[in-house]
Every structure is written in C-alpha cells, then in structure tokens.
C-alpha cells in the first residue's frame, strides 16, 4: 500500500481580508462622500420642507388676483384695501401651521414666514400693480437662504 507523503514545498495561502492600507482608502473616501453629501441633503432638504410656506401663499395670491381681475371690492384699484380680512381675501395666519409660522397680507403684498427649523425665511410676493393680469416680485429671505 502506497502512503501519501505531504510534499516538501509549501504552497503560499491566499491572505484573507484586506490590508490596511486599502481599509484607509475606503475611509477616506467614504470621509469625502460625506463632508461633501451631506450639507447638500440639508439644505436640499430644506428647501423641500420649505415648498409648504411657499404653497401656503396661493390662497392669498389668487384671492388679490380676483378681486383685481373682477373689480368686485369697493375700490381694488388701490392697494390699500388688499389686506387680510377685506375683499374676500383670507385671514391672516398667525399660528403655526405645519412648517408655515404665518401669512399675512398688506397692502397687496403677501409674506409667508417658515418656522424656526426653517430658519424663520420669508417668501414676499409684490404685486407690480393692480391691472389685471397681475404681475408677482418674488422676494425675501428665502432667496438669500437658497431654500425658495
């Protein structure tokens, strides 16, 4: 009978795992990924979140748009009478509401505030006039803030 003898060269085992230097390679690009991924998904964020004030404003705007378009309050043709409660034009909000602090309306001008996660932004809409169609200037801090 033939006995099986284990050969006198050895045979090199494959390492099992990764060398550190390639583990550092992977932590540092995951580091890159992250400083630079996750300050955009905020402020991405945000400005999602953010969508809600600006949506909140639609009432006030197409309200100030008929009584403009319909001449149906005393005088539209001036913007003083364009105020929260007048001219079928909603109330003011003034409690929180969701991500919506307030909308008010003055004068024609309707500003929206967002809560304090919102970093208390504004959204201004200014009418270019009361001649139909009416015109809007978007303005406010959510412009500067990069959110609206």
Known sequence: MMTYAPSKQTKKQPSDGFTLLELMFVVAIVGLLVVVAVPAYLDYSKSAKFTEVVRATVPYRLAIEQVVSTASCADPMTLGVLDNGFCGIPVAITS???RVASVTVENGIVTATGIASLDNSTFILTPNGVTPPVQWTI??????????
Not at 139 to 148: E, F, L, M, R, V
């Open 96 to 98: 929180p509401i969701g």
């Open 139 to 148: 303005s406010g801090t959510c412009i500067t803030n990069s959110i609206c």
